[in-house]
């Protein structure tokens, strides 16, 4: 039998380049007469720019810091002990670096265990111990405090989380066995299930107190002074800690059942790790919290060694690291500043970018359009907006004053771009129109001006065919909804330059999103991607299998709606111009189905009725259904499934060959960041590759082995 320093060791040869964690010990003599006192402190050495993590030789350290603390309590020389981080980071869970690498399923089951026999540990002390979460706090971080017997948190904490579900994992380290057994089952699903799903949704540090993760909750200024003294108080007997009781009976069940229907919501089945995370909160029921470690360790090991966790590890690298080194963007020495913005155009879209600029540039915006109506109507959109931060207590008044001041409109596009240094339109989608306002505004902006164009399929070329300068033109297509969705797929025209397309580059930068460069192909990448994708549903359907089927048949994806949803939430008019934009540039394999045109025609909003007797599921809506002309080819589901896969691959295939973006990994990128593909699929290529589509359809896989697998 291995012991935990023999286990450790073993893991730590696989991984020589972690960033490693020490955990130093200081004594310090507790106030109030208390005695002294064992503290720990987790850091890697460097700023809060790179969060402390635990790797194998870190389990070591903490291991042999527990080791000192362990004799110092059996002497007596103790009272207790705690631990806590480097300044604003307490831990942020396992090295993903190091779980990347492992080959084999002992391999995996040697970290889960590794980390439980250490862990616990802070237990098993002969005296009490006590968790100080300072900063933040996710995963293995979270974890090695649940198993300390008092927590506090930092009211300034931004980020605490049991995110292992959304990667693909569940929480290995105790997670899943002591968190419903400390504040019950229903408040752990929302932490590790739902939290998880949703994005990735963080806690605040006065929700981690609320839902009774921490026992006391202190400002941040003088969070460590404050929690010593209430652990004195704690040990003296003057302060008592008391718990909710846990109900143990059939509430428990119904928060792992409502827990499913959360999961079955999200991923349909498609991703196994929120459901190997409620079969072990299931079982904690119990309280033997030992068998929940086993459990944990298993579905670990089961899970580090499955597609969905290494498809999820590659997401986490494309959003956290390539999406900060954009492929391909030139030199940013060339960007030229941005102290004004124009918008052209004042209709919702043009009136969320001018918020956005607005708000991440903090720049005079001037917002432009055909008559004062509208121009008025945006303009009062953007300060209804900016009173709702206000309202909300996300901005101060001042800031709210400022923000207001420097919004204004105009009719006369002279007046307000006059000395703009970048603007955007964000009018109709028709060729003619863009060029027109193009003309428009390059006659009276400076010779500097950026001039950008939220096209969603159009070519940026052709639009700036007709100017004098169409070096200065660039695609910078925002997806809706545009605070939320973080991609901007930044389009290189055939005569754009350096210098803006760097400039363009700096401003996707300052408003916080991810950029992706991609050549002035026909829809770019992901409206390309969706329409091939939809097209194929509706060609399906057209030709005589049953809505329901056609619409059944994508759920093992988990991707976050169906399809004929997604048509709704995009607008069935649009999703017939883009269709339409595509067959002039592909005839041979993007179609314009007659049954969407007749919908469109009809002025439906889509294909879906919801009423509440139904509890708001889509129901299809009988007079679509009496529109439909259909055939009588009917497939299965497989076959439907299949198909679209394989229409998907074939057009990622001929985007990379044709150089749309750089690699696969832009793809993947710009599914997830603009699409809200997610990461259990890898954003779409992993998930190809590991299904044989890649190579059914293009004869070799995607992406190298390793980058979204198991390495070789």
């Known amino acids: 039998m291995s012991t935990t320093a023999e286990l450790l060791k073993g893991a730590a040869e696989l991984f020589p380049d972690e960033v490693v964690t020490s955990a130093h010990v200081r004594h310090l003599d507790l106030p109030f007469g208390a005695g002294r006192f064992a503290l720990i402190t987790l850091d890697n050495g460097f700023d809060h720019t790179k969060p402390t993590t635990f790797g194998p030789q870190s389990l070591a350290n903490l291991n042999a810091a527990i080791d000192q603390v362990e004799q110092e309590a059996l002497a007596g020389s103790i009272v207790g002990a705690g631990i806590t981080g480097k300044p604003f980071i307490f831990a942020v869970g396992a090295d993903l670096k190091g779980v990347e690498l492992l080959k084999k399923h002992d391999e995996a089951l040697a970290i889960g265990k590794g980390g439980h026999d250490v862990f616990k540990r802070l237990s098993a002390l002969a005296v009490p111990t006590f968790a100080y979460y300072n900063g933040a706090a996710m995963g293995g971080g979270v ?140 079982a904690a029921k119990s309280g033997d919290l030992q068998a929940g470690f086993d459990a944990e360790d298993t579905a670990l090991a089961d899970l580090i060694m499955g597609g969905e966790l290494r498809s999820g590890i590659y997401a986490f690298n494309l959003v956290q690291k390539r999406a900060k080194r954009p492929a391909g963007a030139p030199d940013k020495s060339l960007a030229r500043p941005v102290t004004k913005v124009g918008v052209v155009g004042a209709g919702l879209m043009a009136s969320q970018l001018a918020l956005l600029f607005l708000r991440r540039l903090e720049v005079p915006v001037v917002l432009t359009d055909i008559d004062q109506e509208r121009v008025d109507k945006g303009v009062g959109y953007v300060h209804a907006e900016i009173q709702k931060l206000l309202g909300k207590g996300r901005i101060n008044q001042d800031k709210a004053n400022r923000l207001t001041a420097l919004v204004t409109g105009v009719l006369d596009k002279a007046e307000g771009f006059a000395d703009a240094d970048f603007i955007i339109e964000a009018v109709f989608e028709e060729m003619s129109v863009k060029q027109k306002v193009f003309a428009e505004v390059e006659a009276v902006a400076p010779a500097h001006a950026i001039l950008a164009t939220n096209t969603s399929s159009l070519s940026v070329s052709e639009m700036a065919s007709k100017l004098q300068h169409p070096e200065r033109v660039v695609g910078f297509h925002f997806f809706n909804p545009v605070a939320i969705l973080p991609l901007l ?92 934009t595509l067959n002039r540039s592909f005839p041979e394999r ?36 009496a529109l439909l002309v259909q055939g009588d080819s009917v497939l299965t589901e497989e076959q439907v499934r299949d198909r679209v ?58 992406l190298a082995p390793g980058l979204a697998s198991i390495p070789a």
């Not at 017997?149 to 579900?165: C, D, G, M």
């Not at 988990?558 to 399809?563: A, D, H, I, N, T």
């Not at 314009?592 to 139904?614: H, Q």
């Not at 749309?660 to 590759?689: K, M, N, R, S």
């Open 645 to 702: 896969l394989d229409a998907v691959a074939q057009e990622i295939g001929l985007m990379l060959e044709e150089g749309v973006v750089a690699e696969a990994q832009d793809i993947d990128l710009c599914l997830i960041t603009g699409a809200g593909w997610p990461f259990h699929l890898g954003g779409i290529t992993p998930y190809l590759d590991r299904e044989g589509v890649s190579e059914r359809v293009n004869g070799k896989k995607f």
């Open 590 to 625: 993007f179609t314009v189905s007659p049954n969407l045109a007749a919908v469109v025609k009809a002025g439906k909003r889509g294909f879906y009725v919801y009423s509440a007797e139904n509890g708001f599921k889509p129901e299809l809506d009988p007079e679509v259904a």
């Open 489 to 580: 797929e930044i389009v290189r025209g055939e005569q754009t330059d350096d210098a803006s397309l760097a400039t363009a580059f700096g401003v996707a930068k300052k408003l916080k999103k991810t950029a992706v460069l991609t050549k002035d192909a026909p829809a770019f990448v992901v409206n390309r991607i969706l329409t091939r994708f939809m097209g194929e549903i509706q060609n399906v359907i057209d030709e005589g299998t049953p809505v329901v089927t056609a619409e059944k048949a994508i759920e093992p994806l988990g991707l976050p709606m169906s399809p004929l949803v997604l048509l709704e939430l995009v607008g069935p008019a649009i999703g017939l111009h883009v269709s339409e």
């Open 143 to 282: 974890e090695v405090g649940l198993h300390c017997t008092y927590r506090t948190v930092s009211k300034a904490i931004p980020a605490f989380s049991l995110p292992e579900v959304f990667l693909g994992l569940v929480p290995g380290w105790g997670g899943c066995a002591i968190l419903p057994n400390l504040i019950g089952a229903e408040r752990a699903v929302s932490v590790i299930i739902e939290n998880s799903l949703n994005q990735n949704k963080q806690l605040r540090g006065k929700q981690v107190f609320d839902l009774g993760i921490a026992d006391a909750l202190f400002e941040g200024a003088d969070f460590l002074e404050q929690s010593l003294l209430w652990t004195a108080n704690v040990l003296n007997g003057t302060t008592e800690v008391v718990r909710d009781e846990i109900d143990r009976g059939e509430a428990w069940d119904a928060a792992v059942a409502k827990g499913r229907f959360f999961a079955d919501s999200k991923v349909h089945g498609a991703a196994p790790a929120a459901y190997r995370a409620l079969d072990i909160i299931a």
